[in-house]
C-alpha cells in the first residue's frame, strides 16, 4: 500500500518564502467515499497567486491556515473512482492539494483530454493562465489591431500567451522579461515585435524605442519599477490590465511608488483589475481557440518542469527569482493508470 | 475709451503659485472683425487645472507661455458684434481670456440664457464642472440604486454636483471636505448621507464608518492622502473617477503614495481618467437636464465670489488652500449692455 506525502503550510512566510514555511507530511492513502475520485497527481502547478494564500490577510484567494495541506492546480489519473462520470485511468485536473494523491468530489474535477496536447498544458497554455490571458487581454484589454501591447512578465506562463494572441489580434506587440534567454524566445520564436530585459537595460529607453507610437494596451503581471517605466507612455484611452503584481507580493511594507492617476486624467485610460474566476462559465470558450490555435502551432509555449513532488516548494520559490520560463510545474510522478 | 486690463503669466510657478507668477497689463480696447464679437467681462472662472496651464510641460490643457495672456471659462455681455448670431446685450460664455474685454470668433461663443439661472451658473453648475460631473458620474462612475458613491473635494463645483446627482440615481452618497463648513452644507443642505472633514478627522476611520457597505463608486477630484483612505474600501468591481488631483498640482518633485493597482485585482475594481472636452458633441444634453434640476430645485449649488478683475490671481490661489465652497468666480463687471 503506498503512503501518501503533501505540503503543509508550516508557517506564514515574512518577505519571501523560504523552505521553513513548508513541511512535508507522510500519511495513509485516502480513501473516496461515494462520488469521490482518488487522484494521483501527475503534475503539480505553482503559481505567484499563492503567495496571497500564504499571508493572513483577506484576498481574493482564502487565506491558508498554518498546519493545512496547500492547495495547486493539479493534473492527475483517476486510480479509484465512485463518481459515474469518471474511471480508473481517466486523465484530470482540478484545484486539489500539494499532495500525491487527493480525493476529490468528482464534480470539483474536468476531465483531460490527452489528445489535445501533453496533459501537463491543462495547468498552463490550455489551463487557468492561458484562460486568464485569453480573457484579461481580449475582454479588458480591447486590443484593435494597429495597437502597441506592452507585456510585462512577458515570458511567464500568462505574458506569453498574451502576447500571442495580441500578435493574432494585429498588434505591436512589446515584451518586458528579466533574461536574455527570455526575450529571445519572445522576439525570435513568438514572434514578438521587441522586448526589452528590465535587468539588464534602462527599461524607460528601452521601451520607448520599441513603442514609438505610444502604449495602447498594458498587460501587467509584475508592477512596481517596470509598471512606472511603461505609465508615462500610455496613449489616450489606453487600457492597462492589472493581472498580476508578482514584484510586490513578497514586500513586508506597504510598497510606494510614483502616484499615477493624475496621468489617467490626460490620457483617459482606464486601469482593470482581472481575475479569471469572473470567466468562470466561459472557459470552454477560451480553451477552445486556445486548443486549435496550439494545434496548428500558432500558439506556442514552453514549460519549465521541476522534477519530483519533494521540490514542489522550490519550484513555487524559483518563481520570484524569475527562473521559470513558460508555465512552472512540477512533474510528480509518471503514469501509472492512464495511457498517455 | 475704456481701457482693458488682462493677467499675464509671467513667470511659471514652483510648487505653490504666487502673485509674483501674474501680471497685471493694461491697453487698449480691441476691435472685432468681420465674424468676431467683442465681450465684455461679467464673470471670469478660476479653476484648478489652470495650474497645469501654467506648467511648461505637455498636459491635456496645452501650456500657457511666458507673457501670454491667460485664458478662462468666462461669461460676459456682447458690446459690438461682427457676428450674424451676436447682437449687443447678449450674454454669452466662451474659453475668453483673463481680461476685461476680450474679442472672439463669434462660432466660438454660446450663448446664455439669463432666464434659466443667474448668468454666473455657466461658469459653474451650468458649465463646464457641471457637466464634468454629470457625464463624469454617469458614462464613468456607473451608479447604480444602492451603490455607495463616495466623493472627494465634495464641496467644489465638480463634487457638489457628482453628489447631488448620485442621490438622484439612488445611491448612498458620502462626501470628504476640508472645513466643518463644507460637511453641514453637504449634509443638510444637499442631501448627503454623511461627510468627513479630512482636516479635523481620521478619514479612514470617519470613511469606514460612513460606508460601512464599501464604496461602489469613488469620485476623485484631489488624489493623495484622501484617495489612499478610500482605496481600502473599495467593492468587487467599484468604479474609480479620476476627475482632478488637486493635491498634486503643486507638487515639485513626482508624488509617492502607497502603490494601488494590486488592490485592482482583489476587487476588479476600474480606474478611468476622465475629461469634459470628451464629451463636447453632448453638452447640450448634460446641460438641459442640470438646467431642470436647477429650475426644481433638486439640483442646489453655491458660488464663492471674489469681487473685482484685479483680485483674479488671488481667487486662483485660493483654490488650493480650499477657501471655496462651491464654484470659485471672479465678478469682474455690473452688466451696462445686458439686461439682466
Known sequence: MPT??????????????TMENFRLEEGELPDPDTDEVLVRTLYQSVDPYMRGRM???ESYAEPWDVGDVMKAGVVGE????????????????????????TVADGSELNPVNPEIAPVSTALG?????????????????????GDTVVVSGAAGAVGSVVGQIAKQAGCRVVGVAGADE?????????????????????????LATACPDGVDVYFDNVGGPVTDAVWPLLNVRARVV??????????????????????????????????????????GEALSRLGEWVASGELQYREHVVE?????????????????IGKQVVKVADPEYAKL
Open 4 to 17: 501518501n506525502r503533501r505540503w503543509i503550510l508550516e508557517s506564514r512566510p515574512v518577505g519571501e518564502p
Open 55 to 57: 499571508r493572513d490577510a
Open 78 to 101: 483517476v486510480v479509484d473512482s465512485r463518481h459515474p462520470r469518471y474511471e480508473q485511468g481517466d486523465v484530470v485536473q482540478g484545484e486539489l492539494e500539494w499532495a500525491e494523491y
Open 125 to 145: 497554455v490550455l489551463g487557468m493562465p492561458g484562460v486568464t490571458a485569453y480573457f484579461g487581454l481580449l475582454d479588458a484589454g480591447e486590443p484593435t489591431p
Open 182 to 206: 527570455k526575450t529571445e524566445w519572445l522576439t525570435e520564436e513568438l514572434g514578438f515585435d521587441a522586448a526589452v530585459n528590465y535587468k539588464t537595460e534602462d527599461v524607460k529607453k528601452g
Open 242 to 283: 492589472v493581472c498580476g503584481q508578482i514584484a510586490l507580493y513578497n514586500a513586508t511594507e506597504v510598497p510606494t511608488g510614483p502616484r499615477k492617476l493624475a496621468q489617467l486624467i490626460q490620457t483617459r485610460a482606464k486601469v482593470e483589475g482581472i481575475l479569471v474566476r469572473d470567466y468562470e462559465g466561459r472557459w
Open 308 to 324: 519530483g513532488f519533494e521540490n514542489a516548494p522550490e519550484a513555487f520559490l524559483g518563481l520570484f527569482e524569475g527562473v521559470n
